[in-house]
């Protein structure tokens, strides 16, 4: 659970800002009002305001906001001033990619292993990492002080395999099964749900549509 | 854009209750109060009393919701009665990954082209799927009817083939790339933001740990 106080929603765009920031500090912009950051990313300046003053407001609004600062300090609510070494738990195609996307960005996570059940699959490579079986992911977590796992195996095993992780001090899932985990309290989880996601846009689509129509 | 008046909170939601319903209906349960679906969903049976009413209700409270009904309501308002053909632009790791996960769930979405400019890849397969040119993609998507493409490219050049698809008549682009498109009203958008969704996570866990050295 979070900090009681910031909703989820503030937290969920959070990375969204980290990110339209890194871009400005790129480009060498030193300073950005909260109207030009509003403009940028088509969201109102007063929910800029807003959602910054759940942290403290980041700075003076007369002035702008230092974009320097403001990436470092959103940054470290992220946690990402810290390295985070990740296992994944299914080699198979969605586990490849996700490793793939996440190992190649200059970012503070990485995947340092694989693990599998499938003997097709133990001893085989997932870019440059190993894959191994899942009865030595438990020594492997626990002597790797590893607190973060991405779950990418079938939901039929989703939950049974989420309580290993759980019984090897892995304190975040990353939950790509199609299926709601139930992890005590204090396990983090964040679930990518892609059907779930495709199922949205085909909403939103179908009722545009729908009011096309009734033109 | 959706409709007015159902904000996409509750829009988000619908998979998951259709995926709760899906569940119940397999398992054969016929009736189902509000009070029960929420201790299984895990929230307020308010909530969703509230999320159901933006639809109409799906019928009486007192006597509990008819499962296959509520599930074929919800299905329908997903679009999930109508058959969407999508086709995938970017054939690399997590374009193979995205098109096996959907097309191997028995749902009305299936991808039926791989598109690339990498020439090592086309004339390759992604799962069943022929890749082919990206100069081949207006002719098919326009003789095809495509309404819904899945962009699994470099963030570099995202925007400029949102632009492409844009302009074969594409109406919904479920969009991985690390980036926020920007496209005309008419066109539907959802980000599978892989990066955002770790940052949250590791949101999270930075404010539980620091939470828990507090005390």
Redesign the interface.
């Known amino acids: 659970?979070?900090?009681k106080g910031i909703s989820q929603a503030v937290?969920?765009r959070?990375?969204?800002y980290?990110?339209y920031l890194g871009e400005l500090k790129t480009q060498g912009v030193e300073r950005i009002s909260s109207h030009e950051l509003s403009k940028l990313?088509?969201v109102t300046a007063s929910q800029i305001r807003q959602d910054f003053n759940n942290f403290g407001g980041f700075g003076q609004q007369g002035y702008g906001y230092n974009v320097l600062y403001l990436h470092n300090e959103i940054g470290n609510?992220?946690?990402?001033h810290?390295k985070?070494d990740m296992i994944l738990i299914g080699a198979g195609?969605?586990g490849?990619?996700?490793v793939?996307?996440?190992n190649a960005?200059d970012?503070p996570?990485s995947f340092k292993a694989a693990f599998d059940i499938n003997k097709d699959l133990i001893g085989t490579k997932v870019g440059d990492l190993p894959v191994m079986s899942m009865e030595d992911m438990p020594s492997y977590a626990l002597e790797n002080h590893i607190?973060?796992a991405a779950l990418t195996v079938p939901r039929t095993v989703a939950v049974e395999t989420a309580e290993k992780l759980v019984a090897c001090n892995i304190?975040?899932i990353?939950n790509f099964a199609?299926i709601?985990l139930r992890v005590p309290e204090?396990i983090?989880?964040?679930n990518?749900?892609?059907?779930?996601?495709?199922?949205?846009?085909?909403?939103?689509?179908?009722?545009?549509?729908?009011?096309?129509a009734k033109r």
């Open positions: 659970m979070a900090e937290i969920g959070l990375p969204r980290y990110r990313m088509h609510l992220l946690g990402i810290k985070h195609k969605l490849q990619a996700v793939g996307y996440i960005k970012m996570y607190e973060i304190r975040a990353w199609h709601d204090h983090e989880v964040e990518v749900h892609l059907l779930d996601s495709l199922m949205r846009l085909s909403y939103n689509l179908q009722r545009h549509q729908d009011a096309e």
